[in-house]
């Protein structure tokens, strides 16, 4: 290299640099830093592992976490059996301008803000909503009824939110899958349903993994959704966060808490990658 | 499975009308946001009252339209000021991102950029949390040492920015880097034969051939930044962008006042959505 | 016949939106034999092939393999294997559940597909490789599985769909003897689409020439080389040198053309011999062109002409002829006996053939 070259390499190595110390790594070590330091006085600290502790020893912390973590693995299942399908037909059984349009038709709810869609769904679901009415009308009901504040309406708001993120990878890889892959097996002898398991689904195992990783992560750490779909009473992990930071303002408690949600978080993206030998910059790097 | 294989009646309906049920609820709870702004009724709910645009252009209360909703317009100001400097700073820093990765070979090369991908799959909440624990033990040991303010520190418009930009940038950098893979670097070669300086050839070949991804990063951080929730909440101060705003009034109960703003937002997001897609489409 | 043919197609149609892509196709391959269906792409070979494997739907016609209707059976049901243009070896197992695969799919115990997957890649002749995957093979040895995979399952009839187009030159000259000689060791009916005229001539047993959705003739290589039924197979089969003009004269079969450039040309016309007044093209083969230093006695295609560049190809020289009156090209072979090898650009140079070693056919409609 010579030395002009070097410097233009240092001056684009710079704001990486910047970027990831300053926003990235310094700010989690900080997080893990309060989170084992345990308030004595006013300003005083020491160190230790106390915020876990408490973490441990109160059934509602420690319960709403599992919650969030079982439910968040629930979403993943139901958005992936949920989503193949429609990923499966537009990649191969459209072709054109219809694919465009069904995928466009799929990409436009994304692009509208999270609270949109929400709010959508609280519409459709309130006491006085949309469901409720058309329910009464029919004469399914016969009063009004509250489809809103339970853990149906926060599993329906997640799935809606995070099934794009399902359907893209899913789209992108069933698309690379040759046609003739298919009709060679169908050729061999195979019937629809070895087909989908000996050929289809291996196929698509980057796509899958991908989707799964990210819908279990948003759902994971998913704060909106929850919080108004599932009411005061819908014990989410983000929402214990949410109010040891801002409400509680107990700072110590609420970085043991995240540091606990990002251990998770990475451990099952870690397990997910392992399990299908799939590499995080392969998964991701899209 | 693929249409050149024979299969039953029963089934290829049964899979469509799966398909058209799916993108029935896709669609509903767009489409009862976007119904229930033209409700002429305070609640955003059923019965139907009758239509009228009041819910977007009415003055007097409790009819005040979104052009008319003080709170509301200064929040999407609000919203764009941080979007704009969020789109700036990502695609800069994604730019270079991408020069560098794709450009250069050194040690450690691989794991930077699994560095770079982390911010991906850390939630948003814990990002937010994490910069502003962090700015704010910054500000607390300088204002100790200087006794002087650095209230850019605390929660606030500044934090927002930086939070948003943090995870937008890997974005930006992937968009980017994607782009700068397919370019054929004998062009550039070829600019220098022909007397370029080196950055004369990257400004004049590299940088136009890259402008359609960098546009398109750009609009989607923009529109990233717009809907940003999880790792605004824990920064913000007393400017609150338009999410923020939206969900403190959706807390206490709504008007129908929030569902134009929503039908606005969905006219902008798609529109945002389509062209940042048309400045991807221009890479083949 | 006394057995039925293992392949039969009667009247075999398909109509797509705008345009019919096969035309009422008729024939019969008999068992064990190898089958090529040539033609240009577009000429509907592969939708042919791929309604005998059952992906496409006749919109009429029937089609028999060993005298049972295949026309209500599905793809997985036939007792047709197919080799897919890029072959379609699933990337996702190794080769030993490649070609496992079809028997797995029809309930044959674990051990048992193991000793019939063994025995067919020893008879392809790559014994032992069932563990690896399938790009650590080199483009032959693919091709080979794929036949394993297919052959495996003792098929009636097996189709190729231009299996060689994606190899290099080199290795296509040597899977052409390959694919004839394990044609021969399964004693399987193949049948194989290609636009390639050399595979087919050296590979078949009988070849039918496909075009615009039909079939134009049905032969063996030597017949559709020496005897082509129409304009279209001289063309197409083989090179031939292609003068179009008037017929000006007819004496039996023998009949008198000039050129568009103005040279008298005398072929033969096999078929119908076309009217004094039509419009007609002659082929004549590069190599029934005989070259001389002098002017031949009374040969009736006899011409002085000019050098116009020699193409070395080692045995396949070939050297291009400029008529000066009229500047139409002729290719002829460069005999090999050594009396041609100084012929140099400008030469003068006398090239004759027999009326008969041409053909006329009356100008195709276009």
């Known amino acids: 290299m010579t030395d002009k070259s070097k410097l233009g390499f240092y001056l684009l190595l710079m704001p990486l640099l910047l970027w990831l110390i300053t926003l990235i790594i310094l700010p989690h ?123 149906g309406a926060i599993m329906v708001g997640l799935v809606y939110t995070s099934i794009l993120f399902m359907i893209v990878p899913l789209v992108t890889t069933l698309d690379s899958l040759d046609d003739s892959l298919i009709e060679a097996g169908y050729d061999l002898g195979g019937s629809g349903y070895s087909i989908m398991r000996e050929i289809v689904i291996p196929h698509a195992m980057p796509g899958i993994v991908s989707g799964c990783i990210v819908v279990f992560m948003l759902s994971l750490g998913n704060y909106l959704t929850p919080i108004l779909l599932g009411g005061k009473d819908s014990l989410w992990f983000t929402g214990l966060i949410y109010t040891q930071f801002i409400t509680r303002f107990n700072w110590e408690l609420g970085s043991a808490f995240g540091f606990l949600l990002l251990a998770l978080s990475s451990t099952i993206v870690f397990l997910g990658l392992k399990l299908s030998r799939q590499s995080l910059s392969d998964t991701m790097g899209r | 499975m693929i249409p050149t294989i024979p299969q039953t009646k029963l089934l290829k309906w049964s899979y469509r009308a799966y398909v058209t049920l799916f993108f029935v609820y896709l669609a509903l709870p767009l489409t009862v946001v976007s119904v229930f702004a033209f409700n002429n009724s305070v609640f955003p709910s059923l019965p139907w009252e009758g239509f009228t645009m009041a819910w977007f252009f009415g003055t007097e209360a409790p009819f005040i339209g979104v052009f008319n909703e003080r709170s509301i317009m200064r929040a999407i100001g609000t919203s764009a000021f941080v979007a704009v400097w969020v789109a700036g700073l990502a695609v800069f820093v994604g730019t270079c991102n991408a020069f560098l990765f794709v450009r250069h070979d050194f040690r450690g090369k691989g794991f930077l950029y699994i560095l770079m991908l982390l911010p991906l799959i850390i939630p948003g909440v814990i990002l937010g949390i994490s910069i502003l624990v962090f700015a704010s033990s910054v500000a607390n040991t300088l204002e100790d040492n200087t006794e002087m303010w650095f209230d850019a520190l605390r929660p606030g418009l500044v934090l927002v920015i930086l939070g948003q930009f943090s995870f937008i940038t890997t974005f930006a950098t992937l968009v980017i880097s994607a782009r700068l893979q397919k370019f054929d670097t004998s062009l550039e070669e070829a600019a220098l034969n022909l007397g370029a300086t080196k950055w004369g050839a990257v400004r004049q070949i590299t940088l136009p051939f890259l402008l359609p991804a960098i546009m398109g990063a750009g609009v989607v951080a923009v529109l990233m930044s717009f809907e940003n929730f999880n790792t605004t909440l824990m920064l913000v101060g007393s ?15 709504s008007t129908p006042v929030l569902n134009a703003v929503s039908l606005l937002l969905m006219i902008v997001s798609a529109g945002l959505g389509l062209l940042a897609l048309l400045f991807q489409r221009g890479k083949d | 016949m006394t057995t039925p043919a293992d392949l039969v197609c009667k009247d075999l149609t398909k109509d797509f939106d705008k345009f019919r892509a096969v035309d009422r196709v008729s024939f019969e391959v008999p068992q064990g034999s190898f089958f090529s269906i040539l033609g240009p792409s577009g000429c509907g070979k592969t939708t042919l092939l791929r309604m005998i494997a059952g992906f496409q739907f006749p919109t009429s016609g029937d089609l028999l393999i060993k005298g049972k209707s295949m026309i209500d059976v599905g793809p997985s049901k036939r007792p047709v294997s197919m080799v897919f243009q890029h072959l379609a070896l699933f990337p996702m197992m190794n080769i030993g559940k490649n070609v496992g695969f079809g028997l797995r799919q029809r309930g044959v115990p674990a051990a048992e597909i193991k000793t019939r997957v063994g025995r067919v890649l020893e008879r392809v002749g790559l014994p032992g490789i069932e563990d690896r995957q399938v790009d650590q093979l080199s483009g032959g040895q693919k091709q080979r599985v794929a036949i394993a995979r297919c052959m495996v399952l003792e098929p009636d009839v097996l189709l190729l769909d231009e299996p060689l187009g994606a190899l290099d030159l080199k290795l296509r000259e040597h899977m052409k003897i390959e694919l004839k000689s394990l044609q021969a060791e399964f004693n399987t009916t193949f049948v194989y689409i290609t636009h390639d005229q050399s595979e087919a001539l050296v590979m078949s047993d009988n070849i039918a020439v496909m075009n615009k959705g039909r079939f134009d003739q049905i032969g063996t290589a030597k017949e559709l080389y020496y005897e082509p039924a129409n304009a279209f197979v001289a063309g197409f089969v083989g090179d031939a040198n292609k003068f179009s003009g008037k017929i000006t004269a007819r004496d039996g079969q023998t009949v008198s053309l000039v050129t568009d450039g103005g040279v008298t040309l005398h072929a033969q016309a096999v078929q119908a011999v076309p009217e004094i007044g039509a419009r007609a093209q002659i082929f004549v083969r590069p190599e029934a062109i005989a070259l001389s230093k002098t002017a031949p006695a009374n040969s009736p295609n006899a011409s002085a002409r000019v050098v116009d560049s020699v193409l070395f190809n080692g045995a396949n020289s070939m050297v291009l002829l400029r008529d000066p009156q009229s500047g139409e090209l002729l290719q002829v072979t460069l005999p090999q006996t050594g009396a041609f090898l100084g012929l140099a650009k400008g030469d003068t140079v006398y090239a004759s053939w027999e009326p008969a070693q041409a053909r006329c056919f009356a100008a195709e409609a276009a």
């Open chain 2, 239 to 253: 400017d609150s962008p338009l999410t923020i705003t939206m969900f403190d009034k959706l807390k206490h109960g």
């Open chain 1, 29 to 151: 070590i900080g997080l893990f830093m309060v989170s084992i330091s345990e308030k004595i006085g006013v300003r005083q600290y020491e160190t230790g592992l106390g915020n876990y502790a408490v973490f441990f020893n109160e059934p509602l912390y420690w319960r709403t976490f599992a919650r969030t973590a079982f439910m968040s693995i629930f979403t993943t299942v139901l958005t992936l059996v949920l989503g193949f399908p429609v990923a499966y037909y537009i990649a191969k059984l459209t072709r054109g301008r219809t694919k465009t349009t069904l995928f466009l038709m799929c990409l436009i709810p994304f692009w509208v803000s999270e609270l949109v869609r929400t709010f959508g769904w609280m519409i459709l679901l309130r006491e006085t909503g949309v469901l409720s009415n058309f329910l009464q009308y029919t004469g399914v009901i016969g009063g009004p009824v509250e489809f809103l504040y339970n853990d």
